[in-house]
Antibody
Framework: QLQLQESGSGLVKPSQTLSLTCAVS??????????WNWIRQPPGKGLEWIGYIYHSGNTYYNPSLKSRVTISIDRSKNQFSLNLSSVTAADTAVYYC??????WGQGTLVTVSS | DIQMTQSPSSLSASVGDRVTITCRASQSISSYLNWYQQKPGKAPKLLIYAASSLQSGVPSTFSGSGSGTDFTLTISSLQPEDFATYYCQQSYSTPITFGQGTRLEIK
């Protein structure tokens, strides 16, 4: 059964870069049949798609975040990563990774605060 | 961007009730519509994909319909574990967008 697990810093200072990794187990990330996604949810609010990457390395980002987002893939480690630069308090959210429509990881809360 | 609008935003119902949630897209998305259930503190769980296909392991009390711009999620007989927030999502074009959510509460 495919499982995804987010990891990374839970506290990031304003203007710094948020970095998260999604480890994939129970299946291979090396399949272009699926997109590998990052989604976030500010506390008490709805869901916002950040972007996705394919096995080929092709990426698609939400235009609202495009200038600050980088998603990369590490096939050797069966994982993919998110970098979000120049963060502000508005980037405080639970960050989820997901394969296509599912499954999703359990999510990790990232707080932006000095 | 394609805007997804859900209605109602919140809903009170009783165990055993039949409930329908609607989702409208700002332009045609064919059948590229997914439904998710989210419980507090948990990740969203896929219920329905491609507008009407039931995800494996999801009870048959859940069903989806629609195409183009108008979609519905129906729960035929509410169970206690169904009280949650429901989101629609379009995967027709990037950026992928979600509805604002429908909170289903116990009456």
């Amino acid at each position: 059964q495919l499982q995804l697990q987010e990891s990374g810093s839970g506290l990031v200072k304003p203007s710094q870069t948020l970095s998260l990794t999604c480890a994939v187990s129970g299946g291979s990330i090396s399949s272009d049949a699926y997109s590998w996604n990052w989604i976030r949810q500010p506390p008490g609010k709805g869901l916002e798609w950040i972007g996705y990457i394919y096995h080929s390395g092709n990426t698609y980002y939400n235009p609202s975040l495009k200038s600050r987002v980088t998603i990369s893939i590490d096939r050797s480690k069966n994982q993919f990563s998110l970098n979000l630069s120049s963060v502000t308090a508005a980037d405080t959210a639970v960050y989820y990774c997901a394969r296509g429509e599912g499954p999703w990881g359990q999510g990790t809360l990232v707080t932006v605060s000095s | 961007d394609i805007q997804m609008t859900q209605s109602p935003s919140s809903l009170s119902a009783s165990v055993g009730d039949r409930v329908t949630i609607t989702c409208r897209a700002s332009q045609s998305i064919s059948s590229y519509l997914n439904w998710y259930q989210q419980k507090p503190g948990k990740a969203p769980k896929l219920l329905i994909y491609a507008a009407s296909s039931l995800q494996s392991g999801v009870p048959s009390t859940f069903s989806g319909s629609g195409s183009g711009t108008d979609f519905t999620l129906t729960i035929s007989s509410l169970q206690p574990e169904d009280f949650a927030t429901y989101y629609c999502q379009q995967s027709y074009s990037t950026p992928i967008t979600f509805g604002q959510g429908t909170r289903l509460e116990i009456k």
